[in-house]
């Protein structure tokens, strides 16, 4: 269950959705009782629609080609690039259709569904259409791994900000998430987990001005006095 917390400007749940759905890997198509994955396989277009391609000896192909179309169900799922506890942090599901294009299977989404840890979300489909993904979503992987793994001590600062009480037990922290408006961390148990948000001053339309969102946390951590929950239950060599 993730800590209370107050949390601040976020994406919508559409840019969310967009989010998940242009930095997927992997697409797992469900239609006419089967079920096929496809790997590196997906595009998508401006207005949302998914562009698959298919090798020829796809079922999915198969049935769609002589009927015109074919209703299927698409699952997405929004993995943390940092090893957490619980890494996937959303799955996206769209029902539509898929019509045969020029190189592609065409699908249209008619119904959206995001699931979060805290909750599952219907999202207009005129909404998810007219959407854009976070601009730091394509971006995010590499920011947070550089985060995790070469300034293990900027992370332990941040943790001045958190409350002390969403750091009771804590044993360890580690970046979650990042987004125009903020940087989420997973605060690890002995046996639960919870998500923090902190919220930057002003939204980062880019990575040269996460960065200097990113400055202005670590400031006012670093002028913040340290929490000692975390300091009682951090294992050794932590930070």
Not at 112 to 128: G, I, N, Y
Not at 142 to 158: E, I, K
Not at 186 to 193: F, G, K
Request: aromatic share 4%; with cysteine.
């Amino acid at each position: 269950m993730a800590d209370s917390h107050t949390w601040a400007a976020m994406p919508s749940a559409a840019q969310q959705a967009r989010s998940v759905l242009a930095t997927a890997w992997s697409c797992l198509a469900t239609a006419e009782g089967g079920r096929e994955e496809f790997i590196g396989a997906h595009t998508v277009a401006e207005d949302g629609r998914v562009l698959l391609r298919v090798p020829e000896d796809s079922a999915l192909s198969a049935i769609c080609a002589p009927r015109g179309e074919l209703p299927a169900v698409l699952e997405f799922a929004d993995v943390a690039p940092v090893p957490v506890r619980g890494r996937v942090r959303a799955r996206l599901w769209l029902a539509g259709r898929f019509v045969p294009g020029a190189e592609h299977l065409v699908f249209r989404p008619l119904r959206v569904v995001l699931r979060r840890p805290s909750s599952t979300v219907v999202v207009d489909p005129d909404e998810f259409a007219a959407a854009a993904p976070d601009p730091l979503a394509d971006a995010e992987a590499r920011l947070l791994t550089h985060l995790a793994d070469c300034h293990p001590d900027a992370v332990d600062r941040l943790t001045r900000l958190v409350a002390p009480d969403s750091l009771h037990g804590a044993v360890r922290v580690r970046p979650l998430a990042v987004d125009r408006h903020g940087l989420t961390l997973r605060i690890e148990r002995a046996r639960t987990d919870g998500d923090v948000r902190l919220a930057f001053h002003a939204p980062a339309d880019d990575v040269a001005q996460l960065t200097d969102r990113m400055h202005v946390l670590l400031a006012q951590a670093s002028a913040a006095s340290c929490p000692r929950a975390l300091q009682r239950h951090r294992p050794d060599g932590d930070g």
